[in-house]
């Protein structure tokens, strides 16, 4: 289901309907194929930054092998990527996880993804999800400058794709306006990108300087056939 009033300019690109559904829709296509190259690899256990760096690598191998389709050579995907905020310069900047920038336009319009590990025995996942270090980036301006959307990505180790949903879905809906700052129309919802993404939502959140922003939110099932 579609959000009411989703955005309708691309990262960095406002006012072009058609280029932002593609732009969006490819960046997640990355991301997919990158989940499905490495979920061979045991990663149930495995931190959040060794996943990120894993599937960043999955998708640059193919890129040089050429084996992805030939829209995917206008992307260029780092993990780790320093993002000019004020105020923070040098080795203060924040990195976001995952950047995928797209050549295509003069402005190289970037997305933003952020990620988190989602497991049953650190009760604290949905929390930090949700947190500062999580959704906050985005909230606080200092993830998703350029334009009124991201991506948070949850990478789930154990329970269900399903189980997180649940879970996040009613921590975002507990303190919805104080803490989260989800605009009238920014309720958790279903929201299918593409087949290979099983599970999908999104939210729409207000922010201090720069609009309301939209944050589609992606879990990635890591777990192994023991834990499933």
Same mark, same amino acid.
């Given at each position: 289901m579609l959000l009411?009033?989703?955005?309708?300019?691309?990262?960095?690109?406002?006012?072009?309907?058609?280029y932002a559904t593609q732009f969006r829709r490819h960046c997640h296509q990355?991301?997919?194929?990158?989940?499905?190259?490495?979920?061979?690899e045991d990663h149930s256990g495995s931190d959040e930054d060794f996943i990120t760096q894993r599937l960043k690598e999955a998708v640059k191998a193919a890129q040089h092998e050429g084996t992805l389709p030939g829209w995917a050579e206008r992307y260029?995907?780092?993990?780790?990527?320093?993002?000019?905020?004020?105020?923070?310069?040098?080795?203060?900047?924040?990195?976001?996880?995952?950047?995928?920038?797209?050549?295509?336009?003069?402005?190289?319009?970037?997305?933003h993804f952020e990620a988190k590990r989602l497991r049953i025995d650190d009760s604290?996942? =949905?929390?930090?999800? $949700? +947190?500062?270090?999580?959704?906050?980036?985005?909230?606080?301006?200092?993830?998703g400058r350029s334009g009124d959307e991201g991506g948070m990505l949850g990478?789930?180790?154990?329970e269900s794709p399903e189980h997180w949903a649940n879970a996040i879905r009613s921590k975002v809906q507990r303190d919805p306006k104080r803490t989260h700052k989800l605009a009238e129309d920014g309720m958790w919802r279903e929201f299918p990108l593409i087949a290979a993404?099983?599970?999908?939502?999104?939210?729409?959140? =207000?922010?201090?300087? $720069? +609009?309301n922003i939209t944050i589609h939110h992606t879990l990635l099932d890591f777990r192994t056939s023991e834990n499933v």
């Open positions: 009411p009033g989703h955005p309708s300019g691309a990262v960095g690109v406002p006012g072009r309907d058609e990355l991301i997919a194929f990158g989940c499905g190259e490495i979920r061979g260029f995907i780092t993990d780790q990527a320093p993002v000019s905020v004020p105020n923070r310069v040098g080795k203060e900047r924040p990195k976001i996880d995952i950047e995928i920038e797209s050549t295509e336009s003069r402005s190289r319009p970037a997305y604290h996942s =949905a929390s930090e999800y $949700l +947190g500062p270090d999580g959704l906050g980036m985005f909230l606080t301006e200092l993830y990478y789930v180790q154990s993404l099983k599970h999908t939502y999104a939210t729409r959140h =207000a922010r201090p300087t $720069l +609009g």
